[in-house]
């Protein structure tokens, strides 16, 4: 990728890496990726919204790619993370009281949470694939995960310590990652003990038109070094999250949105999310949720299968601010 600039920041005691595009002094979008991904899941929005007059800066986040990787999942929670892009946006945008935000499953997740946290700091926000939950009160996350979709629903899964992580092990980074990525069923995603994603550890997996092969390995590179338990370790965190937040119970999103999600996507079709916005339940809880674009024919990834249709959302709406 030309004339991306590479760097890294310590902030909020970790080494984080960071990539950057655009004028100094333009205003900043800040990228947000999510699981299993790294900065460059941006790489198309990057050139793109640079080349528009935006400052592009896309942060691995902790335990991701080259940023520094905590050893315990106790230092993955929603604060540890918030914590990191303050402290980036004061390090790399000292001059910028708010910033636009972009974000993407995981990132989706965090960029809800920095809205809640400090919404001083955010000028709009473009979110991806996650829809705003509130905090239920009475029922933590995992229990309700576990009534709607038992034991073998992938974040009940993920929880064990190492479990997931030996699994993954036999059928391999290359071949774990391209399941991951070439996943289109409209509808909740299972892992069951010792089965993987259902099929065989010797099955061919076809990437997705939308990333070669040499795109593919630098994704691979990275999990190969460094695995998936970081990036696990935040799903480890869901019902410490639960706790940690007790006194945001009842906030809203307050600043300006705009939500994008493909009508293939595994979180478009599963927890009730379709009737929430349709019924309105996510205007209610994100006031100023301006536009919600359902992308026909479009999986999860859907900042990289359609990337042109992703950059001109994004900047037709930065471009009201």
Known sequence: MEEIRHRTVHVNGIDMHVAEK?????????????????????RHQIKALSALGYRAVAPDLRGYGDTEAPATAAEYTCLHVVGDLVALLDAVAPDQDKVFVVGHDWGAIIAWYL????????????NMSVVFNPRNPKR???ETLKAFYGPDYYICRFQEPGEIEDEFARFGTETILKE???????????LPKGKGFGHSPDAQITLPSWLPEEEFNYYYTKYEKNGF???????????KNWELTAPWTGSQIKVP????????????NSLGTKEYINKGGFKSNVP?????????????FLNQEKPDEINKHIYDFFQKF
């Open 229 to 239: 338990t970081p990036g696990i370790n935040y799903y480890r965190n869901i019902d």
């Open 140 to 142: 933590k996350p995992l």
């Open 257 to 268: 949105v705009k939500f994008i999600v493909g009508d293939q996507d595994l979180t478009y």
């Open 180 to 190: 991951f990525y070439s996943y289109r069923n409209p509808g909740p995603l299972f």
């Open 22 to 42: 655009g004028e100094e002094g333009a205003p900043v979008i800040l990228f947000i990726h999510g699981f299993p991904e790294l900065w460059y899941s941006w």
């Open 115 to 126: 809205c809640q946290f400090r919404p001083d700091r955010v000028k709009a926000l473009v």
């Open 288 to 300: 100023f949720l301006q536009e919600v674009v359902v992308m026909e024919g479009v999986a999860h």
